[in-house]
């Protein structure tokens, strides 16, 4: 059954990538060359991928255009990281140079807008009201997920609850929303697209815990380890780690999270003192909860494939190293 789901995730990411080649994000070649360069970068197409999946496991014989319909969310991805590596001062994204340090921070703002507006005028045109508005909620939500988390850059005090909220906005309502707009173009089971939103949301959350664990243990070459931390983020191994720690460690994690210029023995001391309250173990038992609270989810739904697919692309989630 794992290759089965296999080979089906890997035939459904090759459709997904020939629509993405064939559509045209503008008529304006400059606006192409910004966004053709993020959106070909090494993207994992997570998102399309989870609207695809769910619209199949409710009719698999769906329309071809959920293809198309799914590149909306990555767009929307595509925004968020433009925007991010603006407010971060980012030098690369996925081993290459950032678009900022190519075209500038103001073109790269722009573009950003424009995938917004662009997946906004792709939702539009299904001429859909659930679906236009689940979307233009989960933008709003991005919106303020992008505020929150400038606000809570260098934050020492942010809370276990804080920073949830913040990877609520940040990253697991799009993957809600993916899941939830494919079932809704697949069928009008009120249950089933509402079982597949939490699908969605819940493994978001686990997505990016897992994602800001693997900011200190990747062992992927090319992996920028240590980046959250060298930006001041304070991410949830660390906020475990402070509710643990003495106050002698506590005030080194401290020190450390402020230091401006992080070097690599900074680096090794900070995933020592992390690892003596055992934050990186605690760290994905919480991502594993999340993913059992998906997997209840995607229990609700009917036999398939497509279901089975969903429920890889879980498991996998805790096992992926970068």
Not at 35 to 50: A, C, H, I, N, T
Not at 112 to 125: R, T
Request: glycine share 4%.
């Amino acid at each position: 059954m794992v290759n089965e789901s296999l080979e089906l995730i890997k035939k459904e990411i090759i459709k997904i990538e020939e629509t993405l080649r064939t559509l045209q994000v503008s008529q304006h070649p400059f606006i192409n060359q910004v966004s053709e360069y993020v959106l070909f970068s090494g993207g994992k197409r997570v998102r399309p991928l989870l609207c695809v999946l769910s619209a199949k496991a409710l009719d698999p014989d769906i329309l071809s255009s959920i293809y198309e319909i799914s590149l909306l969310f990555e767009y929307l991805h595509v925004a968020t990281l433009l925007h991010d590596d603006v407010v971060d001062g980012a030098e690369f994204r996925r081993g290459r140079k950032a678009a900022r340090n190519l075209w500038g921070n103001q073109a790269t703002i722009l573009v950003g807008d424009y995938l917004y507006a662009k997946a906004l005028k792709m939702a539009s045109s299904l001429k859909d009201p659930d679906i236009m508005e689940i979307i233009t909620e989960t933008t709003l939500l991005m919106s303020e997920g992008e505020v929150l988390q400038l606000l809570h850059l260098d934050d020492t005090e942010l809370t276990e609850e804080d920073y949830y909220e913040v990877i609520y906005r940040k990253t697991a309502v799009l993957m809600g929303c993916a899941c939830k707009v494919g079932a809704l173009f697949a069928s009008k089971n009120s249950n089933f697209s509402q079982s597949l939103y939490h699908f969605g949301l819940n493994l978001g959350m686990a997505f990016q815990i897992i994602d800001d664990l693997l900011d200190y243990t990747s062992t992927e070459t090319g992996k920028d380890l240590g980046k959250d931390f060298k930006e001041g983020k304070v991410t949830l191994p660390v906020i475990l780690s402070l509710k643990e720690a003495d106050e002698r460690d506590k005030k080194e994690i401290l020190f450390l999270l402020k230091t401006k210029e992080i070097d690599k023995k900074d680096f090794q001391r900070i995933c020592e003192l992390l690892t003596k309250y055992q934050a990186f173990e605690k760290t994905l038992e919480k991502g594993k909860e999340f993913i059992s609270k998906a997997k209840e989810e995607l229990e609700k739904l009917p036999p398939s494939p497509y279901k089975e697919a969903l429920f890889f692309m879980a498991d996998y989630l805790l096992r992926r190293k970068k």
